[in-house]
Structure formats: C-alpha cells, structure tokens
C-alpha cells in the first residue's frame, strides 16, 4: 500500500551534504508488520517522515495506493496523512494543553465527525489500550508508558489503514516495553492493521513479520522474519 | 471545530498564566486609557449640557499683548474691549458677555462655604442650555436694573436649604444677598466658560465697565446662526481685531491678539502658545498620534509575546500536521486563539475603565464631573485591538504553519 521508488534524501547546508537516504526501494504490503533497524543517524526516523508524508525527498517517489503524491498540494496531503495513517512517535508528541481524551480526538478534529461521534471514537480507541480509566488526566499526569498508549489511542482514533511508529518503546523500560508491543501486535493480528516500526530491540523486531535492516541510508536487508528464529 | 479552537485557547491561556496576564493587561489597560482619556475629551470638549452646541459656539477669553520691548502679556480680556468690540459683531446670532468665576467666600449656619461665582448677562442664558431643576434664568429686565437675584446650582442648593424651598429664599455671597429664582443641574469645571456655582447679574459689577484697557476679567461666549457661519464669525473678529489694532493699542504696544475659538481651539491655543493661526489641527494631529504610540506599544508586546507563546508550541504543530491539520487550518487556529484572547481583554478593558470612570466620579478630583463611557469609542477601541490581534496572530502564526512538520516535531520535546 506504501510504494517508495529510488528515494532519496540529501540534506545540504553551507558547509556539508549528508545523504540521509541512498536510492531506497521499499513497499509495504497491507497487513503488514515490518521492522526496520540499523545503527543511529543511517536514515530510519528519515523514512519514516517520507512514508508518513511528513518529508518531502529529495529524489524519488513515493505512491500510497498506487497514487503518486509528489504533485500534491498541502492540503490533499494533509487530508491523506488524516484519513490513511497513524504516527507514534518516541517521545509520545501529546499536547499538553489537551486532556487525554482530546489529545486522542486529534485526528477526528481534521474530519466532519460530530463532537458526540468524536468522543465516542476517542474513549472506544482509549479502551483498546487499556486506558479508559484515564480519559480527563491531562499528559504529564501519567507514566512514560501510559502517555505511550494514549498515543497509540490517538494513533487509532482515526482508523488508519497503516500506523508508522518511530521507536514507540525506545523511552520505556523493558515491562511498559512489552505492553506497548503486545498492544501492536493484537492490532496487527486481530484488526489487520499495517504496522511499521522502528526499533532498536532486536527481541521486538523478531516478533515481527518482515524485518529490513539499514545501514548508512541503505537497506541491507530484508527478510521475512521466519517463526523458528524466535 | 470553533469550539475546539477555543477549548484550546482556553486550556493554553489557563496553562500560560503569565502570558495571558501579559498580554491581557496590555490590551484592557490600553483600552482603559483610550476610555478613560475619550471620557475627559468629550467631557471637555464635546457637546454636553450646558455647551450643548458646541458647533455654533464660540469663546473668547484670551487678549494677548505683545510689547515693543518683546515681551508679551496675556489675560481674560476686559468688559470695554468685549461690549465695545465683540457683542457689536454682525454674524453672530447673539453675544454673552460673562465674568471668569471667582471664589467667594459665604456662610450657612457659621458653616464657611467656598462658591465659585460668575457675573453674567441675560444673553447667557439664551446661548446656553442649562438644565433648570427649579425656577427661571434671571432676565433682561433685572439684569438692567442690576437686582440682586441668583441662578444656583444643585449642589450649593443641597448645602443652603437642604430639603426646604429654595426659590424666593435669600442666600449670602460675599457679604451681599441675593434672592434665587432658579436652581441648574450641576456644571462641570472643566466647562469653564460656562462653570460656576453661583451666576448673578453682570452689573452688579459695573464697576469694571468704565475701565477702557483691553485686559480684565471676562470672556464673551458667542453663538452662531448656524455651524457654517463659525468661519465667517472668525473672519470678522479678525477684521475686528486689525482695526483694534490700528486704533486702539494701549501705549507701548506692539500688536494685541484675541480669538474666537472653539471649545477645543481655546484649549489648543492656550497650550500650544502664541501666533495667529488656529492650534486645533495641529493639537489634532499630536493627539492622533500620541495615541497611535499608546497602542503601537502592546501592539509590540503582543506580537513578541505570540511569536514566543508559537514558538514554544512547534511540537504542538508539528502533532496536528503530523494528524492531517493543513497549514490553513493551523493559522485558523492560531487566529481564533488570538481574537479570544484579544476579545477577552477587550471585556475586561469595558470593565475596568467603567470601573476607573466611576472612580473619577466619585473621587471630586473634578468638581461636578460626571463621565461615562463612550460606547462609540470603545467600539473603536476594540476593533483596533482586533485587527492588532489579527496581525500580531497572524504573522507568527504564518511563519509557524509553514515550518515543516519534521522540523516542528523536533522543536520541542515533551
Ligand atoms: N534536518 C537535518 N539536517 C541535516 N541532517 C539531518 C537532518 N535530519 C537528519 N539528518 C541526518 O540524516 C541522517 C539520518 O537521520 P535519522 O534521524 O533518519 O537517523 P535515525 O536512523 O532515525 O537515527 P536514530 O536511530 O538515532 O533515531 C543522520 O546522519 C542525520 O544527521
Ligand atoms: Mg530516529
């Protein structure tokens, strides 16, 4: 459902020119979860932005449903980035100012869904991590984990058809780690959605079904991770 | 989705208290002293009771001498000069030759009570419009026969009769009695051509009319047929004042000077000094922009404050591109946010100026003075405040929107 041609991204400055992404070719199918590792600074959290349409690259093409989206204005990507995918981030993104229950709403608020319709999605996605206890906390309110799973609510709450997630364990210590992991994996496995992740726990990426390793802006590999090696 | 806006605007203005102190307090103190300053404006300068017409009427109280030697010396102008010079002019629809109020000093009950009073002619009170609360003006016939009859005001009738009758009854002013045929609502002093606490027949004084020098102690308040006529009224107290000037200069004189103005020319004229020619625009002008300065400066304030409240919210922007919010659709919400909060400020400025308006009443700082707010003003006010608002929103938040949304995310952690 994700096609990326010969991509690349070269970021330039005065003085230097770092090639971040070197001519990648990926597709991500749907019902898929992919993890890709590799070593800091070789260009994951870089492909994910340009998966998710929140980057632009510099060279190559991206295609979501077989539609290329270079020619799209800012508001068609937008509507597509609302409507197709769900970002989790590292270091969760919630907005502070926001109750859980409105940080979770965000994506609906970009749609024509009635304030009624919204909470009910909103507090239905809480529920399916686990969090319904929780909904008029605001943020800082809650554990590392905890926020994690808001922003895997909020993730939710707009039914995406692929959630991208950058590193959603790497703040969490090895328990909360887990239980983020779990609730992937159930929604990977009971509701069908496309999962791609960034990680650095090799143990998580096994879990996995296919699993693309990078190195310097390059994959090196990529397999599908098989049921023995676990 | 506009509630939405606003339920974060509120959950940020509650989050950044002080920002929103900040910014609150420039614009409703901003407000407030537009408001405020209006009030007195139009309090001083505008048509109100008893300067009702304030279009058709012109004061005369200045006659400026300048001296061979330089030096020039300027007062109220004398009884000769206005009977002889002014009350004779053809434009004009009527002329009051009136005293400047004086303090006298009169006794109720052994109680010593200051009055501020004024000699005046009948023609007064056919230019101005008094609000008689009980009897009559004094008329053309008394004030012939210089009787002994007086036009108070409410607050020196509360002080000398309380409850009881007033009209027909004796009070004493500066050693001498008079009889009251009328009570006026009280005049405030800012109207100081028409001001006083107590007005008695001008030839009770008439003393002061055989004097032929130019300087004394009256003023002449002059009444137009109609406001076109007020420049034409001008031009002849000018050829006026060139024949006064070619006949009758006192000894060592150079040139004298008198004008009839406006309320507001008086007031410019006296402040901005000498020369010929009318002060208004120019004291217009400085106003204008004095107060263009006043708003500019948390205008400034808020522009700097926004940019840094934005900025501090990258991460925040970066969330809802990242969730399908446009670039569009951010700057709406930035806007939004900062008209509720200009609009807030907006409220609480009506409050607090109706506040310190009061407080100025009541204080007695300025005798009888009875201001309000200005809904014309603060309507203007407002809207000045918005489109700052506007554009101190607006540009932040444009330069925000167009961040790229991997670089918002990476501006601020949380
Ligand atoms: N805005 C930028 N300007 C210049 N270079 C950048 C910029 N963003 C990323 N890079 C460079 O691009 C390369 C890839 O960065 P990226 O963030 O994708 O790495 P990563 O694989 O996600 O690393 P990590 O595992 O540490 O998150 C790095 O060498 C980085 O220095
Ligand atoms: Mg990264």
Redesign the interface.
């Known amino acids: 459902m994700i096609q990326l041609t010969d991509i690349e991204k070269v970021y330039r400055t005065k003085t230097i020119e770092t090639v971040a992404l070197n001519r990648v070719n990926l597709q991500i199918e749907r019902g898929e979860f992919v993890s890709i590792m590799g070593p800091s600074g070789c260009g994951k959290s870089t492909l994910l932005n340009i998966m998710g349409l929140l980057d632009e690259p510099t060279g190559g093409y991206v295609a979501i449903d077989g539609q290329p989206v270079k020619t799209h204005s800012d508001s068609k990507l937008a509507k597509l980035r609302n409507e197709k995918i769900g970002f989790v981030f590292q270091s969760y993104h919630l907005i502070h100012d926001l109750s859980v229950v409105d940080n979770v709403e965000l994506p609906l608020l970009y749609r024509n869904v009635s304030a009624s319709d919204r909470r009910k999605r909103a507090l239905e996605a809480l529920e399916k991590v686990g969090l319904s206890a929780r909904t008029k906390h605001f943020p800082n309110q809650l554990s590392g984990g905890q926020r994690q799973r808001v922003a895997i609510a909020r993730a939710l709450a707009g039914n995406p058809e692929i959630i991208l997630a950058d590193e959603p364990t790497g703040n969490l210590d090895s328990v909360m780690g887990e239980e983020i992991m779990d609730i992937l994996l159930r929604l990977n496995q009971e509701e069908g959605t496309t999962i791609v992740m960034v990680t650095h726990d090799e143990n998580m990426a096994l879990k996995t079904n296919r699993l693309i390793r990078f190195f310097d802006g390059q994959q090196v590999a990529d397999s599908m991770v098989i049921e023995a090696q676990i | 989705?506009l509630?939405?806006y606003i339920?974060?605007a509120w959950?940020?203005l509650q989050?950044r208290k002080f920002f929103t102190f900040i910014s609150l307090f420039g614009i409703s103190f901003t407000l407030m002293v537009l408001m405020v300053v209006t009030s007195l404006y139009d309090h001083a300068f505008g048509p109100q009771m008893p300067e009702r017409e304030s279009d058709k009427l012109l004061f005369v109280n200045n006659m400026r001498e300048q001296f061979k030697e330089g030096y020039t010396n300027s007062s109220p102008p004398s009884y000769y000069f206005l009977n002889r010079f002014v009350r004779p002019l053809k434009t004009p629809e009527n002329v009051s030759i009136n005293s400047i109020f004086m303090p006298v000093n009169s006794y109720v009950n052994n109680k010593k009570l200051t009055l501020d009073q004024k000699h005046t002619d009948a023609a007064f009170w056919d230019i101005l419009e008094f609000n008689f609360v009980e009897g009559r003006p004094f008329s053309a016939q008394e004030v012939n026969n210089a009787s002994r009859v007086a036009v108070i005001n409410q607050n020196t009738r509360k002080n000398y009769f309380g409850d009881k009758e007033a009209i027909g009854q004796t009070i004493e002013v500066d050693q001498v009695k008079y009889k009251v045929v009328g009570v006026v609502e009280d005049v405030p002093v800012l109207r100081l051509h028409s001001y006083a606490d107590v007005w008695v027949p001008i030839t009770l004084k008439s003393q002061d009319f055989k004097r032929t020098g130019l300087k004394g102690t009256y003023f002449a308040t002059i009444k137009a047929k109609k406001a076109s006529d007020v420049p034409k009224i001008k031009d002849e107290f000018a050829s006026m004042m060139l024949q006064v000037n070619k006949n009758s200069k006192p000894e060592g004189v150079q040139e004298v000077f008198s004008f009839a103005d406006d309320i507001f020319g008086t007031f410019a004229r006296s402040l901005m000094g000498g020369g010929k020619t009318d002060k208004s625009g120019l004291l217009y002008g400085i106003l204008a922009f004095a107060a263009f300065l006043f708003m500019l400066l948390p205008t400034i304030n808020l522009v700097n404050i926004n940019i840094s409240r934005i900025m501090e919210r990258s991460?925040?922007i970066?969330?809802?591109?990242?969730?399908?919010?446009?670039?569009?659709?951010i700057i709406g919400q930035f806007i939004v946010e900062n008209i509720f909060l200009t609009l807030l400020g907006g409220m609480l400025g009506f409050l607090i100026s109706a506040g310190v308006l009061e407080m100025i009443n009541d204080s007695g700082i300025l005798a009888y003075v009875n201001l309000g707010l200005n809904l014309r003003v603060f309507a203007w006010g407002l809207l000045l405040c918005l489109i700052f608002g506007l554009v101190s929103g607006v540009y932040p938040a444009f330069k925000m929107s167009r961040l790229?949304?991997?670089e918002a995310?990476k501006g601020g952690?949380?």
Do not use: D, P, Q
């Open positions: 989705m509630k939405n339920k974060i959950a940020v989050r991460s925040e970066g969330v809802r591109k990242a969730f399908g919010a446009s670039s569009a659709t790229n949304a991997v995310l952690s949380k």
